[in-house]
T-cell receptor, first 114, second 113 residues
Framework: GDSVTQMEGPVTLSEEAFLTINCTYT??????LFWYVQYPGEGLQLLLK?????DKGSNKGFEATYRKETTSFHLEKGSVQVSDSAVYFC?????????????FGTGTQLKVEL | EAGVAQSPRYKIIEKRQSVAFWCNPI?????LYWYQQILGQGPKLLIQ????????DSQLPKDRFSAERLKGVDSTLKIQPAKLEDSAVYLC???????????FGDGTRLSIL
């Protein structure tokens, strides 16, 4: 079945440092790929998405490129802020007969310090 | 537009009791999802509705969990009887159509004593 593997956290960075959170996936067909962010006590918010190979999703300074050859969708940001502290989830969307089902990774907690 | 509304935010019950959660999706969203998020894990899909019909309930423990969306808008998820391993955050999400991005509510945190 479909699966998503993320690097384990927590990841602790100083403000303005470069961020990479690795994500690889296993899926049949051609899934869409997503990054969601979850702030403490809140639900998940869609951060960015890519629907086909070589697409680059971007939002709020975050970027991720859909790499079919390496089955990866790594999240990057050039300069993190304290406000970026949250849990980040990589997910893929696979069609299941009646609709799209999201399969999530286990999440990576990011802590940004001054 | 208003987001996905869930209630209650928190619930504490003893094992073997019953509990129900409510979700009101974004207006006009035909697809509604319930996820279970256990501490330290990613959300896991329990059930997906398209309007008032069930699309996927393959991971719903049907001996104790039930869900309905009678008029194709609001939905309720029930657990009866609850077990200790049901302690989790229950997230509701909706999308305009099944191939559109999902929007999540803030969830209900359930603690079983």
């Amino acid at each position: 079945g479909d699966s998503v593997t993320q690097m384990e956290g927590p990841v602790t960075l100083s403000e303005e440092a470069f961020l990479t959170i690795n994500c690889t996936y296993t899926a049949t067909g051609y899934p869409s790929l997503f990054w969601y962010v979850q702030y403490p006590g809140e639900g998940l918010q869609l951060l960015l998405k890519a629907t086909k190979a070589d697409d680059k999703g971007s939002n709020k300074g975050f970027e991720a490129t859909y790499r079919k050859e390496t089955t990866s969708f790594h999240l990057e940001k050039g300069s993190v802020q304290v406000s970026d502290s949250a849990v980040y989830f990589c997910a893929l969307s696979g069609f299941t007969g009646g609709g799209n089902k999201l399969t999530f990774g286990t999440g990576t907690q990011l802590k940004v310090e001054l | 537009e208003a987001g996905v509304a869930q209630s209650p935010r928190y619930k504490i019950i003893e094992k073997r009791q019953s509990v129900a959660f409510w979700c009101n999706p974004i207006s006009g969203h035909a697809t509604l999802y319930w996820y279970q998020q256990i501490l330290g894990q990613g959300p896991k899909l329990l059930i997906q509705f398209q309007n008032n019909g069930v699309v996927d309930d393959s991971q719903l423990p049907k001996d104790r969990f039930s869900a309905e969306r009678l008029k194709g808008v609001d939905s309720t998820l029930k657990i009866q009887p609850a077990k200790l391993e049901d302690s989790a955050v229950y997230l509701c999400a909706s999308s305009r159509y099944s191939n559109q991005p999902q929007h999540f509510g803030d969830g209900t945190r359930l603690s079983i004593l």
